[in-house]
């Protein structure tokens, strides 16, 4: 166990609709990242937070968004949804910058 | 950008094999760590690793940063070593580049 919690588990949505994955880092963490897993691109970084400010954007699409919260906990909302966006999307979180990463358990999003 | 390439991007062992895993990359970096994705999902963190060598039990971990690359070590291996190796790369600040990993097999 990371220490990093990923809700929910499993996302089973339709095309078009917006839905929220939820990260709690580990404790005393101030970065989160998120990235997301896919077969044909592997892991790309999409977005990073350090202590509620956003820190680095990746390849993450306008209709994706985040934000961290003063508990330190982040979101990742995806709207619009289209059937490519169907990935593993993970949460990571560091002390710091250039800190080992610790992952949390990821989020399986399915769009039919 | 940062380039990575792994190899080999398959391999199976039997177990008790040995083994060593190769990162290669383009640019000069700080930050460079190891994972391992089991059959699950997970991903979990191996070594922190910018230069220099550390081990962990059976698994031990070398990168030349001179010369750009980095050697994950798997010695005895085991069926519960099966899954996907990644390296990722960061150069200051910048966020971490995964490779496309290394997918071990371990045979009983």
């Known amino acids: 166990d990371s220490g990093v919690t990923q809700t929910p588990k499993h996302l089973i949505t339709a095309t078009g609709q917006r839905v929220t994955l939820r990260c709690s880092p580990r404790s005393g963490d101030l970065s989160v990242y998120w990235y997301q897993q896919s077969l044909d691109q592997g892991l790309q970084f999409l977005i990073q937070?350090?202590?509620?400010?956003?820190?680095a954007k990746g390849n993450i699409l306008e209709r994706f968004s985040a934000q961290q919260f003063p508990d330190l906990h982040s979101e990742l909302n995806l709207s619009s949804l289209e059937l490519g966006d169907s990935a593993l999307y993970f949460c990571?979180?560091?002390?710091?910058?250039?800190?080992?990463?610790?992952f949390g358990p990821g989020t399986r999003l399915t769009v039919l | 950008g940062i380039q990575v390439e792994q190899s080999p991007p398959d391999l199976i062992l039997q177990e008790g094999a040995n083994s060593t895993l190769r990162c290669n990359f383009s640019d000069s970096v700080n930050n460079l760590q190891w994972f391992h994705q089991n059959p699950w999902g997970q991903l979990i963190n191996l070594f922190y690793i910018p230069s220099g060598t550390k081990q962990n039990g059976r698994l031990s971990a070398t990168t030349v940063a001179t010369e750009r690359y980095s050697l994950l070590y798997i010695s005895s291996s085991q069926t519960t070593d099966s899954g996907v190796y990644f390296c990722a790369l960061g150069e200051g600040n910048t966020p971490l580049v995964f490779g496309k990993g290394t997918r071990l097999s371990v045979i009983a």
């Open positions: 937070y350090y202590n509620g400010e956003e820190r």
């Open positions: 990571a979180s560091s002390v710091h910058f250039r800190d080992t990463q610790y």
